[in-house]
């Protein structure tokens, strides 16, 4: 049962191989499971080290996929709604589990001045692996804790993540292609 049709969505696939990262965009119209989008991921970049899918859909929607040396898939939603509002959605999520950490447990401490800052959206449901990056330096709090906030877009979620890791000008570059 889905709910709704069309699902704009952007798939971008970066790799960390012997000579640093690439960036690709994948296309992940009318794949038939799972198995068929881990195969496009180790396509992009057959020889990678580590492979990381960011699935941003209805800028609402983000999913990270992880391929460590083509092998071991590890998976992470910003909110189970996806696998109910899309095929695609269904397709990435289907056999993941809510991580054991909420989302109301981690709100942000209390900023120093007087800025306010965004509250964790109450709605969301994420699940999967929330430890997918945490040995490349982005605990599980802090992904869902920019999964929560409210105004980040899966596409500001994923350019901070990238920035991160240091791939983040290979994904602007790909963004303004």
Known sequence: MFVG?????FAA??????????????ELTGLADIDEVV???????????????????????????????????????SDSAFADESRLGSLLLSDVE??????DELSPPPADDDEER???DPDA????????????????????TLCGLEGMLPSDVTAEICQKLGCGDELEELRDA
């Open 39 to 77: 195969d496009r991921l180790r396509d992009a970049e057959p020889d990678a080290e580590l492979s990381l899918l960011f699935v941003e859909a209805d800028d609402q929607y983000l999913v990270i996929l992880r391929l460590d040396e083509g092998e071991d898939l590890r998976v992470f939603g």
């Open 125 to 144: 449901d994420p699940v999967g692996d929330v430890e997918i990056l945490n040995d490349l330096g982005i605990s599980s709090h802090r992904l869902l």
């Open 13 to 26: 696939a970066v790799a960390r191989g012997k000579n640093g990262w690439t960036a690709s965009e994948l």
């Open 98 to 103: 809510t991580p054991t950490l909420e989302l």
């Open 5 to 9: 049709g069309f699902v704009s969505t």
């Open 118 to 120: 965004p509250a964790a």
